[in-house]
Nanobody, 122 residues
Framework: VQLQASGGGLVQAGGSLRHTCAASKRTSSNNAMGWFRQAPGKEREFVGCINWNDSTNYSDSVKGRFTLSRDNAKNTVYLQMNSLKPEDTAVYYC?????????????????WGQGTQVTVSS
């Protein structure tokens, strides 16, 4: 399985971006999909995940601003990011979970997409 991520870019604080993560083949609607991010000099950080039943879980830092959704027919997951802040600046990664439900740990994910840069200017 290969994941193709897109949607990064440069935006002013308060703006919005939408990430797309498309799988090369059916990733199984039974697997969770997650998003992580990594800022320069920092460890990879959990952003959110969407489970097989479309339940979602977000980090406290993005809760209420970011929204995950999925289209299983297109093997695609979307991360809508609103009210962006400069501290959201990072490289963002999508990943396929090992199981139907996944959490905050990178080890719970099997396949990873290439990172996409998000830069939020103040």
């Amino acid at each position: 399985v290969q994941l193709q991520a897109s949607g990064g870019g440069l935006v002013q604080a308060g703006g919005s971006l939408r990430h797309t993560c498309a799988a090369s083949k059916r990733t199984s609607s039974n697997n969770a999909m997650g998003w992580f991010r990594q800022a320069p000099g920092k460890e990879r950080e959990f952003v959110g995940c969407i489970n097989w039943n479309d339940s979602t879980n977000y980090s406290d830092s993005v809760k209420g601003r970011f929204t995950l959704s999925r289209d299983n027919a297109k093997n695609t997951v979307y991360l809508q990011m609103n009210s962006l802040k400069p501290e959201d600046t990072a490289v963002y990664y999508c990943a396929v979970g090992l199981r139907p439900f996944a959490g905050r740990e990178p080890l719970q994910y099997r396949y990873w997409g290439q990172g996409t840069q998000v830069t939020v200017s103040s």
